[in-house]
């Protein structure tokens, strides 16, 4: 068998040293990524047919369990349609992720530490109850809040490995004028149902990181959630805005990072997946964007991409004031069955955008649109060729529909409150696709007040704690589909 020619060798032979001048967390990712990103985009749509077809069986009166709860989203059907009480069996939602975060075990096993001061009067010495003393611990835990709560840091919240932050049950807010998240160098992690919002820059500061360590962190850059090196990690149900940098950045070899059923408004620069179009370990950045709601007075990087494999999938795009989805250094961009609806702006109605690059240069870059819905004039400018292979292998269902997006994003945000931080009025919806939206807000409970949200979660100022389940959709046809393109681009 005749070996490698001379450009492969010379090429094996940069990786390998690139490999040896990293840190070892960042050689570990660039070995990290899976090898078969369609296996992780098909199992993605198998859960969300499992859970639409439990759905219309129940709703039938053919059985299929879970009874009125059931609401097609597979994420939100798994932890609450287990047949116990989700505030008693919190730890099942471990085994709800999907997509690329889908192993992200967050303090599964662990203890749970409830949060009772919302202060962070000492960084370095964090005070038993508050959210940082939980935060830094080591070994798995699970982090519960035990009211309503604001949580204004005055440092970055360095989160060790092995935790979940779920909100469930509190409105809690996390910002507001404070520092805010940073995953560094750590694994599993899940943040469920938070506000995260009006974040800004904090450092020049000793932080504690772990019960043993502290460091001198220099200048933040105000993001809202911050992923440096981190992997195995799950955002879900989350609503944010208005931070001094990104809502979400992910850089320096992060990945295996889903990031689902969220609502970002009021932001410039929303989400940066890759750190610059030099680094070579983003190479194996995989992300899942899923059943999230771009909503109003956002202006570009819903995400914006660089090297890596990027699944965008049954989001909602209220509107964008520049563009939806860019990139740089040929990511791979697989978008199926969203919604874009494109603003008035006649000069801003293409989703796409390659950044500083020549039309000569992007041509070849796989990015595919797959059973997207385009509104208001908007249009997704696809590239890459030579794929029909692939494609034809992955395609053992129907192309993916956008039918479904209002279905599955019906509860983006916050369970049980304004899905916006309460910046502004409900999502009303928008019925282009056939079915009738819900309000957005749900009422959130005010001072001493309670109301219904989303998935029947409840809001008291006491932090009282009630599930009902009487959620039942419409719905409209789905075509799935299967969806397979190369994760990395050759060197």
Known sequence: MAGPDESTRITLLLVAATLLLLPPPLAASLNSSLPDPAAVVADFHSKVATSRRRMQEAASGGGG????CLTGNPIDDCW?????DWRQDRQRLADCGIGFGRNAMGGKGGPVYVVTDPSDGDPVNPAPGTLRYGAIQEGPLWIVFAGDMTIRLNEELLVNSYKTIDGRGA????????????LQYVSNVIIHNIHVHDCVPAGNANVRASPTHYGWRTRSDGDGISLYSARDVWVDHCALSRCADGLIDTIMGSTAITVSNSYFSHHNEVMLLGHSDEY???SAMQVTIAFNHFGIQLVQRMPRCRRGYFHIVNNDYTAWEMYAIGGSASPTINSQGNRYIAPADPNAKEVTKRVDTEEGQWAGWNWRTEGDMMVNGAFFVPSGE???AIYDKASSTD??????VDQLTAGAGVLGGPRDNGEAAAYAGVNYAGVGTGGGGGGGAG???????YLGMVYGSGGNWSCRADLTLQLTSLFLALFALICLHPL
């Open 447 to 453: 001072a001493g007040g309670m109301g219904y949200g």
């Open 171 to 182: 409105n809690v807010h996390v910002g507001a004028g404070g520092a805010c998240i940073t």
């Open 386 to 388: 030579g794929l029909e």
């Open 280 to 282: 070579l370990p983003d």
């Open 65 to 68: 369990g879970g009874g009125g």
């Open 399 to 404: 192309p993916k529909s956008s039918a479904l």
């Open 80 to 84: 609450r349609c287990a047949g116990t």
